[in-house]
């Protein structure tokens, strides 16, 4: 992995400035991933990948020009700078447009610098033996545990220099249950860690995952339709978060089509909700120290008992709209807990469903989503009463933000989030 991240950005600068720019950034982000696979049951494959890009962009007389790469040899990065200006010459003037100012130095580090590769193959032989045992009828497709180490640095021609370093293992398993003709649908489970002190099954959701895939060998088919409950499973709620996050940035706060556009400050969800963006967190072996628009990152409050608190704009979002800029870029997500156990939401629910994974489109302007809920549970009168095969859900994303009734006490911690289980009413369920 490339040693002298800071003077390549800095030869980055100045081949831009060289080239007529007002303004000039640059962004280098080199990695190093060991990869140990298992396929069809089988540990495969340790390999070790390397990856370099470059992200340079220039801004002259309010235009702006980018061009990335991935080799940063002199020849190359004078060859982009001068892309870059011709890029620059051909867009459109924008005011908009700008760097970070300056700023003092900073650097970071989080997270192991190299991998145990022993313990790393030790713990995925130890998940292999331990499915085995407890899931028989569980197939596993694919399974990956890697290592990962990132570089970053971020330069700009206001002086400003950011350096992050960050060590995390990731492990994603995939996988199917066969028992006899029947089998489940294909689901999978995700975590990154900043160690291996645990059974890799122990992190995140993992193990509840694949016990479900063996009772979803057994799923049903549901017909009809009703007006009832989602309970989100952590995951799930991630997704519906990162979709409310998506109406808080720059696009849809530009445009003015944010449902959010005039809410800051004032209620968007239940009371019992607070949602933050912890990117530089301790807590979480993912997040990052660098926003994409060249500051420090910092902890940002998007949702506070159910009011508001900021949006989630760049700064060309914040220059363009007049509105104030996130001190972070989004991700990282962290959602308070709640006041009632698991069970408690569960014995809540008179009909609904218990969805575990939603596959769906990003929603309409004014909020709409509809898509599948892929590896759920029909729920009647308290109690979970059967895998149901891919039912349709429908709603209005304010709406189910306003609809939240319970929270969970507990909560998943997947390395890239902290989630508990929320339950909110008011959605559309309908199968065959």
């Given at each position: 992995?490339?040693?002298?991240?800071?003077?390549?950005?800095?030869?980055?600068?100045?081949?831009?400035?060289?080239?007529?720019?007002?303004?000039?950034?640059?962004?280098?982000?080199?990695?190093?991933?060991?990869?140990?696979?298992?396929?069809?049951?089988?540990?495969?494959?340790?390999?070790?990948?390397?990856?370099?890009?470059?992200?340079?962009?220039?801004?002259?007389?309010?235009?702006?020009?980018?061009?990335?790469?991935?080799?940063?040899?002199?020849?190359?990065?004078?060859?982009?700078?001068?892309?870059?200006?011709?890029?620059?010459?051909?867009?459109?003037?924008?005011?908009?447009?700008?760097?970070?100012?300056?700023?003092?130095?900073?650097?970071?580090?989080?997270?192991?610098?190299?991998?145990?590769?022993?313990?790393?193959?030790?713990?995925?032989?130890?998940?292999?033996?331990?499915?085995?045992?407890?899931?028989?009828?569980?197939?596993?497709?694919?399974?990956?545990?890697?290592?990962?180490?990132?570089?970053?640095?971020?330069?700009?021609?206001?002086?400003?220099?950011?350096?992050?370093?960050?060590?995390?293992?990731?492990?994603?398993?995939?996988?199917?249950?066969?028992?006899?003709?029947?089998?489940?649908?294909?689901?999978?489970?995700?975590?990154?860690?900043?160690?291996?002190?645990?059974?890799?099954?122990?992190?995140?959701?993992?193990?509840?995952?694949?016990?479900?895939?063996?009772?979803?060998?057994?799923?049903?088919?549901?017909?009809?339709?009703?007006?009832?409950?989602?309970?989100?499973?952590?995951?799930?709620?991630?997704?519906?978060?990162?979709?409310?996050?998506?109406?808080?940035?720059?696009?849809?706060?530009?445009?003015?089509?944010?449902?959010?556009?005039?809410?800051?400050?004032?209620?968007?969800?239940?009371?019992?909700?607070?949602?933050?963006?912890?990117?530089?967190?301790?807590?979480?072996?993912?997040?990052?120290?660098?926003?994409?628009?060249?500051?420090?990152?910092?902890?940002?409050?998007?949702?506070?008992?159910g009011v508001l608190r900021s949006f989630m704009l760049s700064l060309?979002?914040?220059?363009?709209?007049?509105?104030?800029?996130?001190?972070?870029?989004?991700?990282?997500?962290?959602?308070?807990?709640?006041?009632?156990?698991?069970?408690?939401?569960?014995?809540?629910?008179?009909?609904?469903?218990?969805?575990?994974?939603?596959?769906?489109?990003?929603?309409?302007?004014?909020?709409?989503?509809?898509?599948?809920?892929?590896?759920?549970?029909?729920?009647?009168?308290?109690?979970?009463?059967?895998?149901?095969?891919?039912?349709?859900?429908?709603?209005?994303?304010?709406?189910?933000?306003?609809?939240?009734?319970?929270?969970?006490?507990?909560?998943?911690?997947?390395?890239?989030?902290?989630?508990?289980?929320?339950?909110?009413?008011?959605?559309?369920?309908?199968?065959?």
């Amino acid at each position: 992995m490339m040693d002298d991240l800071a003077g390549r950005a800095a030869f980055c600068i100045r081949s831009m400035k060289d080239e007529g720019l007002d303004r000039a950034e640059c962004v280098l982000r080199a990695s190093r991933t060991h990869e140990l696979n298992l396929d069809a049951g089988e540990i495969s494959l340790l390999r070790t990948t390397e990856d370099i890009s470059l992200s340079m962009t220039g801004i002259l007389d309010g235009r702006e020009g980018t061009t990335s790469i991935n080799r940063t040899d002199d020849a190359s990065i004078l060859e982009a700078a001068a892309v870059t200006m011709l890029n620059a010459c051909a867009s459109e003037p924008d005011t908009a447009n700008d760097i970070s100012p300056a700023q003092p130095p900073a650097s970071f580090d989080k997270g192991p610098e190299e991998p145990d590769l022993e313990t790393m193959y030790d713990r995925m032989r130890e998940f292999l033996d331990r499915t085995r045992r407890a899931y028989p009828s569980l197939i596993l497709e694919q399974v990956i545990l890697d290592f990962t180490s990132v570089r970053k640095h971020y330069a700009n021609s206001n002086g400003v220099d950011l350096a992050s370093r960050r060590g995390f293992y990731s492990f994603s398993p995939m996988f199917t249950s066969k028992e006899g003709a029947d089998t489940s649908s294909f689901n999978y489970a995700g975590v990154s860690m900043s160690g291996l002190d645990r059974e890799l099954h122990l992190y995140g959701t993992i193990d509840d995952r694949m016990r479900e895939s063996t009772e979803q060998v057994r799923s049903r088919e549901f017909s009809g339709k009703f007006t009832g409950d989602l309970l989100m499973t952590p995951e799930c709620l991630e997704d519906f978060m990162d979709m409310t996050c998506m109406y808080l940035s720059d696009y849809p706060m530009i445009k003015g089509t944010s449902i959010f556009r005039d809410s800051l400050g004032t209620p968007v969800a239940s009371p019992g909700l607070t949602v933050r963006s912890r990117p530089s967190w301790e807590g979480l072996a993912q997040g990052y120290f660098i926003t994409p628009d060249g500051f420090t990152a910092g902890d940002t409050t998007i949702i506070e008992d159910g009011v508001l608190r900021s949006f989630m704009l760049s700064l060309y979002g914040s220059n363009k709209t007049g509105k104030d800029r996130s001190a972070s870029s989004g991700g990282a997500l962290v959602v308070e807990p709640g006041e009632s156990s698991y069970r408690e939401l569960v014995s809540s629910v008179k009909r609904g469903i218990l969805i575990c994974r939603f596959s769906g489109g990003m929603p309409s302007e004014n909020g709409d989503f509809s898509g599948v809920a892929k590896n759920s549970y029909y729920m009647e009168d308290g109690k979970i009463a059967y895998p149901v095969r891919e039912v349709m859900v429908s709603g209005n994303l304010r709406s189910l933000l306003k609809e939240i009734r319970g929270i969970s006490r507990e909560r998943v911690d997947s390395g890239d989030s902290i989630m508990p289980w929320v339950l909110a009413g008011g959605v559309t369920v309908f199968g065959k």
